[in-house]
């Protein structure tokens, strides 16, 4: 017998005040024949990535799109492709999510999602993290290819040069830096309110809004797809041995070797990716998530990159032991990618505006004080 | 106030005594060009810190050959100032056999700046490199802590490898907000073995370790620099402001200290009369939640904008440190 769901509460002795399930997880019972024949079909199997055939859907009857540009780090443009409810209007307040894809990949095989939360009343933008995608690179992947003959004379010029300009750089810190940025957008964008704001992240993108939401008390609502930090301590970064060298030649010449960035999207990332991500760990951040926020986890069963649903259990029991509301959800049978397609979307997506909707609420009359 | 744990400060004196510089320099080969009385001679150099090419400069001890295998450590000036300032500290650091490396952030002195797009280009995400002549806006003068402590990061790198430079012993000196930056990469950077904190300011020792709540007028802010496209000179200026306050509001040091381990020594050296930082609640509250040897060191009746006689006590004790525990 399989697990279907496990909530993340029930810890014996625990004063924990929200140490219960938030949700209804009945749509996984419903879904449990289609959920298993998915995981035995030839033609749903899904290894090391999404396909281009799982990013289609249907913009929901009402739903209207916006693409939009905004800025990170003092002026670097990203992109957001916004999805707006039916019947939206500036003169009410909108709740709004943040959508951000996983590792290695782009905006639109996520954008399905942000359809589906736009058809639940929320205000939904999918965004592409710097130097992938419709998004600019940023000052960390533009190199002169000129001396540099500024001073300190003049805090900004402008002019004509050769550069060499990089992508997919695979860097969570910009990551989380680039949510941030998209945060701080929605809460400017008329009709929205600035304090029901959530965000949602899959596999390693998981990782990264769980990262934003323990530096950054604006996130009140989270949802972690596929991904499953364990708690623990926080811990130094080591670079290991084998890629010294690599760390060596990129601070000497400016770059160093590439590896395959695999997944989805099948673009070469900077080795020092495997260095540099380390300095986001979730799992040892999970005590900075304030009450104020809520977590949901949708762990695959059969992950075979997180390992199962273990670590997404623990880090929900962790949570909920701090007096924070969290709860997780297994999505019985499935894969890692299986997530992203036919039912494993249906219900992950359907799960994850549940937990919008319940805890960034529904649009609401204007205030006189209210808007930013 | 004479706090100290591991090492006591006469031990440190009389160390200092009965090693006069002179004899530091050790007899043979030394190297062509201007040598300092101690057989210290320096070299300018480049690094790259992420994709900007930063200023550094080495100053190397007598009789440093790629045959040997000195301890070093990176010197990380006060945010505002550059690496010219530290001359002196890299000097009397040098002349205990330690390669030190003053350094340059990046948008600051003779680092270059950092780079955006001020036009729209095309790109191919598939070819990851591809060159243009494009319109940059290229910032100077950003006061962004993570950046600075990336650079330090990125100087130990450099380190790493330089031949003559032993690997596993380097350390990290900083002042005023630097020795923050000392005390995060020490409590993030596993490759830290020593670090000096001088006059250091380390915020968040009152600050829970939370997800910040930021302000209305914080939040404003951001939603202005989220939305607002830098152009300009002027504007940027002033977005620099913004940007300074925002990054520095977040910024705290203090988390890092419990997770430097047992095996990273730390020196605080604090000026008795500082009117700048509380003491108190920064090296000394840092002291007494560290495990391995550490000390604090106080400089009599100096301020906190070390000099002259002050100063030099203050690179004696530096590299008395760094000698003991590199």
Redo the contacts between chains.
Sequence with gaps: VIAIWITGACVAGSLAPHASAQISSAIVDEHRAALQKQATDADMKREGGTQPRDWNYELPEGVTTRQV????D????LYGKMFFPKNFVTTLRWPAVVVGHGINALSIGIEKYAARFAARGLVAMAIDYQS??FS??????????EP?T???A???????????????NLNN?HEVADF???I??L??EPGID?DRIGIWGSSNGGTVVLAV???????KAVVAQVTGPRPAG??????APQN?ED????????QGA?VDGGFS?R??VDQWYLTRNQ?VQAGAVL????PT?SVLFLPAERDELTKGPAGAIEAAKFLNDRGVTAQAIVLPELTHFQAYSYTGFEVGATLAADWFVKYLGERRASTSTGG? | MNRTRASGLGVIAALVAAVPTAALAQAGARPAGAASASGVTTREIRFYSEAVLCYGKLFLPAGFSSASKAPSVVLAPTPGETAATLDRYAEAIAARGILAMTIDYRGWGKSGGFIYLAEPLKWDDRLRFSQHTAKVRIRRKRMIPSAQVTDIRNAITYLQGEPGVDRDRIGVWGSDLAGGHAVTVAGTDARVKALVAQVPIIPGKDVPRRATTLTAEQQSALVRLARTPAAGTAAGASLNDEEAKLALAEYRPFWSVTQIPQTSAVLFIVAEKDAKVDNESHAIAAFRLLKGPTSVRTIPGAAHALSGSAADAAAAAAADWLQKYL
């Design positions: 540009t905004f800025y990170v003092g002026g670097t443009a992938y995608g600019s690179s940023g000052s960390d992947d533009i190199r002169l290819l540099d500024t001073t300190d003049s805090a900004v010029i402008e002019r004509q040069a050769r550069i060499l300009l990089k992508r997919t810190v941030r940025a998209a701080s957008f809460q400017g600035p939401a323990a530096t950054d008390a604006r996130v926080r811990r130094r970064v080591a670079i010294i760390a060596i030649t990129r601070v000497r010449t400016g590439e999207f673009s070469k300095d005590d900075q998530i304030a926020t930013k």
